[in-house]
Protein backbone atom coordinates (compact mmCIF):
# COMPACT_ATOMS: atom_id res chain seq x y z
CA UNK A 1 0.00 0.00 0.00
CA UNK A 2 1.46 3.64 -0.53
CA UNK A 3 2.28 5.67 1.90
CA UNK A 4 -0.09 8.35 1.19
CA UNK A 5 -3.83 6.48 0.28
CA UNK A 6 -6.64 7.99 -2.04
CA UNK A 7 -10.23 6.77 -1.00
CA UNK A 8 -12.58 7.65 -3.51
CA UNK A 9 -15.80 8.23 -1.71
CA UNK A 10 -18.64 6.25 -3.25
CA UNK A 11 -21.14 8.93 -2.19
CA UNK A 12 -20.50 10.97 -5.10
CA UNK A 13 -20.66 8.20 -7.89
CA UNK A 14 -23.30 6.89 -10.07
CA UNK A 15 -25.15 4.25 -8.05
CA UNK A 16 -27.16 2.99 -10.79
CA UNK A 17 -23.62 1.96 -12.02
CA UNK A 18 -21.73 1.29 -8.94
CA UNK A 19 -19.77 -1.77 -9.69
CA UNK A 20 -18.42 -0.27 -12.70
CA UNK A 21 -17.67 2.92 -11.18
CA UNK A 22 -16.04 1.38 -8.56
CA UNK A 23 -13.81 -1.00 -10.70
CA UNK A 24 -13.12 2.36 -12.68
CA UNK A 25 -12.11 4.30 -9.66
CA UNK A 26 -9.37 1.58 -8.86
CA UNK A 27 -8.27 1.12 -12.26
CA UNK A 28 -8.06 4.92 -12.16
CA UNK A 29 -5.54 4.50 -9.10
CA UNK A 30 -7.07 4.59 -6.35
CA UNK A 31 -5.82 2.55 -3.01
CA UNK A 32 -9.11 1.85 -1.40
CA UNK A 33 -12.81 2.45 -1.16
CA UNK A 34 -14.70 5.30 1.03
CA UNK A 35 -17.99 3.90 2.13
CA UNK A 36 -20.14 6.60 3.74
CA UNK A 37 -23.29 5.10 5.94
CA UNK A 38 -25.81 7.63 6.76
CA UNK A 39 -29.05 6.75 8.78
CA UNK A 40 -31.35 9.70 8.69
CA UNK A 41 -30.52 10.33 12.29
CA UNK A 42 -27.60 10.80 13.47
CA UNK A 43 -27.23 12.66 9.98
CA UNK A 44 -29.79 13.90 7.86
CA UNK A 45 -29.10 11.78 5.36
CA UNK A 46 -29.53 7.95 4.23
CA UNK A 47 -27.35 6.39 1.75
CA UNK A 48 -26.30 2.48 1.69
CA UNK A 49 -25.89 -0.27 4.13
CA UNK A 50 -24.26 -3.62 4.68
CA UNK A 51 -25.75 -5.65 1.92
CA UNK A 52 -24.06 -3.00 -0.72
CA UNK A 53 -20.91 -3.72 0.88
CA UNK A 54 -21.41 -7.48 0.40
CA UNK A 55 -22.37 -6.84 -3.32
CA UNK A 56 -19.27 -4.72 -4.21
CA UNK A 57 -17.25 -8.20 -2.32
CA UNK A 58 -19.22 -10.51 -4.86
CA UNK A 59 -19.04 -8.05 -7.48
CA UNK A 60 -15.23 -8.83 -7.50
CA UNK A 61 -14.15 -5.91 -5.72
CA UNK A 62 -10.90 -6.99 -3.40
CA UNK A 63 -9.25 -3.42 -2.26
CA UNK A 64 -9.71 -2.17 0.75
CA UNK A 65 -13.36 -1.12 1.59
CA UNK A 66 -13.33 2.00 4.75
CA UNK A 67 -16.74 2.25 6.23
CA UNK A 68 -17.19 5.81 7.75
CA UNK A 69 -20.54 4.94 9.72
CA UNK A 70 -22.55 7.97 10.49
CA UNK A 71 -24.96 5.68 12.56
CA UNK A 72 -26.72 6.02 15.93
CA UNK A 73 -26.67 3.61 17.67
CA UNK A 74 -23.11 2.23 16.28
CA UNK A 75 -22.68 -1.17 17.38
CA UNK A 76 -25.93 -2.84 15.49
CA UNK A 77 -23.94 -2.31 12.25
CA UNK A 78 -20.63 -3.38 13.24
CA UNK A 79 -21.82 -7.00 13.03
CA UNK A 80 -23.24 -6.76 9.90
CA UNK A 81 -20.03 -4.52 8.13
CA UNK A 82 -17.61 -7.15 9.18
CA UNK A 83 -19.69 -10.03 7.87
CA UNK A 84 -20.17 -7.92 4.63
CA UNK A 85 -16.18 -7.55 4.26
CA UNK A 86 -15.54 -4.27 5.19
CA UNK A 87 -11.92 -3.76 5.94
CA UNK A 88 -11.57 -0.44 7.97
CA UNK A 89 -14.66 0.32 10.05
CA UNK A 90 -14.61 3.92 11.45
CA UNK A 91 -17.58 5.81 13.74
CA UNK A 92 -18.02 8.94 15.34
CA UNK A 93 -17.46 8.67 19.14
CA UNK A 94 -20.16 10.57 19.96
CA UNK A 95 -22.88 8.29 18.67
CA UNK A 96 -21.90 5.14 20.67
CA UNK A 97 -22.43 4.48 24.35
CA UNK A 98 -19.57 2.50 24.93
CA UNK A 99 -16.77 3.56 22.48
CA UNK A 100 -14.26 0.84 23.69
CA UNK A 101 -16.23 -1.98 23.23
CA UNK A 102 -17.25 -0.68 19.84
CA UNK A 103 -13.55 -0.59 19.10
CA UNK A 104 -13.01 -4.03 20.02
CA UNK A 105 -15.93 -5.48 18.21
CA UNK A 106 -14.22 -4.16 15.17
CA UNK A 107 -10.90 -5.48 16.00
CA UNK A 108 -12.09 -8.84 17.19
CA UNK A 109 -13.55 -9.16 13.69
CA UNK A 110 -10.68 -8.81 11.88
CA UNK A 111 -11.32 -4.81 10.66
CA UNK A 112 -9.28 -2.09 11.33
CA UNK A 113 -11.05 -0.08 14.07
CA UNK A 114 -10.93 3.96 13.76
CA UNK A 115 -12.67 7.15 15.38
CA UNK A 116 -14.08 9.82 13.41
CA UNK A 117 -14.02 13.72 14.30
CA UNK A 118 -16.52 16.01 13.76
CA UNK A 119 -15.38 19.93 12.83
CA UNK A 120 -16.00 20.61 15.86
CA UNK A 121 -15.69 17.30 17.98
CA UNK A 122 -12.38 17.79 20.15
CA UNK A 123 -9.81 15.09 20.02
CA UNK A 124 -9.99 14.11 23.90
CA UNK A 125 -11.87 11.00 22.90
CA UNK A 126 -8.18 9.73 21.92
CA UNK A 127 -6.60 9.71 25.03
CA UNK A 128 -7.32 6.75 26.15
CA UNK A 129 -8.51 4.39 23.26
CA UNK A 130 -4.64 5.04 21.16
CA UNK A 131 -3.90 1.34 21.74
CA UNK A 132 -7.14 0.39 20.05
CA UNK A 133 -7.54 2.23 16.59
CA UNK A 134 -5.80 2.16 13.67
CA UNK A 135 -7.19 4.94 12.08
CA UNK A 136 -8.33 8.85 12.81
CA UNK A 137 -10.32 10.18 10.53
CA UNK A 138 -11.14 14.13 10.53
CA UNK A 139 -13.61 15.55 9.41
CA UNK A 140 -13.95 18.93 7.09
CA UNK A 141 -16.98 19.05 6.66
CA UNK A 142 -19.79 18.13 8.78
CA UNK A 143 -20.80 15.02 7.77
CA UNK A 144 -23.91 14.31 5.52
CA UNK A 145 -23.24 15.58 1.82
CA UNK A 146 -20.68 15.33 -0.56
CA UNK A 147 -19.39 18.65 -2.58
CA UNK A 148 -19.11 20.85 0.64
CA UNK A 149 -16.24 23.31 1.01
CA UNK A 150 -12.82 22.46 3.49
CA UNK A 151 -13.52 23.85 6.74
CA UNK A 152 -9.90 25.59 7.07
CA UNK A 153 -9.32 24.94 10.29
CA UNK A 154 -8.93 21.54 9.93
CA UNK A 155 -5.42 22.06 8.97
CA UNK A 156 -4.57 22.83 12.82
CA UNK A 157 -6.63 20.09 13.56
CA UNK A 158 -4.58 17.80 11.61
CA UNK A 159 -1.27 19.06 13.18
CA UNK A 160 -2.81 18.47 16.81
CA UNK A 161 -3.53 15.12 15.70
CA UNK A 162 -0.46 14.14 13.79
CA UNK A 163 1.81 15.11 17.00
CA UNK A 164 -0.72 13.05 19.30
CA UNK A 165 -0.49 10.11 16.95
CA UNK A 166 3.53 10.11 16.69
CA UNK A 167 3.77 10.55 20.35
CA UNK A 168 1.57 7.20 20.82
CA UNK A 169 4.23 5.09 18.96
CA UNK A 170 1.29 3.28 17.16
CA UNK A 171 0.88 3.13 13.60
CA UNK A 172 -2.39 4.54 13.18
CA UNK A 173 -3.45 6.57 9.63
CA UNK A 174 -4.55 10.41 9.83
CA UNK A 175 -7.53 10.41 7.40
CA UNK A 176 -9.02 13.50 6.04
CA UNK A 177 -12.90 14.01 4.87
CA UNK A 178 -14.72 16.06 2.80
CA UNK A 179 -13.88 18.91 0.52
CA UNK A 180 -10.46 17.53 -0.49
CA UNK A 181 -9.19 18.47 -4.30
CA UNK A 182 -6.45 18.62 -6.22
CA UNK A 183 -5.67 22.49 -5.11
CA UNK A 184 -5.60 21.35 -1.45
CA UNK A 185 -4.55 18.23 -1.22
CA UNK A 186 -0.57 19.17 -0.47
CA UNK A 187 -1.30 21.46 2.16
CA UNK A 188 -3.85 18.38 3.78
CA UNK A 189 -0.65 16.55 3.61
CA UNK A 190 1.98 18.95 4.75
CA UNK A 191 -0.74 19.41 7.80
CA UNK A 192 0.26 15.86 8.57
CA UNK A 193 -2.72 13.60 6.83
CA UNK A 194 -1.61 10.49 5.06
CA UNK A 195 -4.91 8.77 3.91
CA UNK A 196 -7.69 11.27 1.76
CA UNK A 197 -10.94 10.78 0.96
CA UNK A 198 -12.16 12.43 -2.26
CA UNK A 199 -15.75 12.43 -3.66
CA UNK A 200 -17.13 15.14 -5.27
CA UNK A 201 -13.61 15.87 -6.55
CA UNK A 202 -13.06 12.40 -8.27
CA UNK A 203 -16.59 11.08 -9.10
CA UNK A 204 -17.55 14.82 -10.64
CA UNK A 205 -14.93 14.32 -13.43
CA UNK A 206 -15.42 12.28 -16.54
CA UNK A 207 -11.25 11.27 -16.53
CA UNK A 208 -10.85 9.63 -12.74
CA UNK A 209 -7.00 9.05 -13.44
CA UNK A 210 -6.13 11.99 -14.46
CA UNK A 211 -7.41 13.68 -11.10
CA UNK A 212 -5.99 10.87 -9.32
CA UNK A 213 -2.79 11.31 -10.79
CA UNK A 214 -2.90 15.29 -10.55
CA UNK A 215 -3.58 14.31 -6.90
CA UNK A 216 -0.44 12.17 -6.93
CA UNK A 217 1.51 14.38 -8.59
CA UNK A 218 0.75 17.05 -5.38
CA UNK A 219 1.53 14.11 -3.13
CA UNK A 220 4.95 13.69 -4.14
CA UNK A 221 5.94 17.14 -3.87
CA UNK A 222 5.21 17.00 -0.32
CA UNK A 223 7.66 14.18 0.35
CA UNK A 224 10.75 15.91 -0.37
O1 LIG B 1 -18.42 11.50 4.86
C1 LIG B 1 -18.74 12.22 3.94
C2 LIG B 1 -19.82 13.22 4.13
O2 LIG B 1 -20.37 13.10 5.39
C3 LIG B 1 -18.08 12.05 2.59
O3 LIG B 1 -17.09 11.04 2.67
C4 LIG B 1 -17.44 13.34 2.08
O4 LIG B 1 -18.26 14.41 2.16
C5 LIG B 1 -16.84 13.17 0.69
O5 LIG B 1 -17.40 14.01 -0.22
P1 LIG B 1 -16.61 15.27 -0.87
O6 LIG B 1 -15.23 14.81 -1.19
O7 LIG B 1 -17.44 15.55 -2.09
O8 LIG B 1 -16.62 16.37 0.15
FE1 LIG C 1 -17.02 9.84 4.66
Do not use: W
Not at 21 to 43: K, Q, R, T
Request: glycine letters at 8%; charged letters at 25%.
Amino acid sequence: MNDFIIAPSILSADFARLGEEVDNVLEAGADIIHFDVMDNHYVPNLTIGPMVCKALRKHGVTADIDVHLMVKPVDRMIGDFIEAGASFITFHPEASEHIDRSLQMIRDGGCKAGLVFNPATPLHYLKHVMDKIDMVLLMSVNPGFGGQSFIPGTLDKLREARALIDASGYDIRLEVDGGVSEKNIAEIARAGADTFVAGSAIFGKSDYKSVIDSMRKELASVRQ
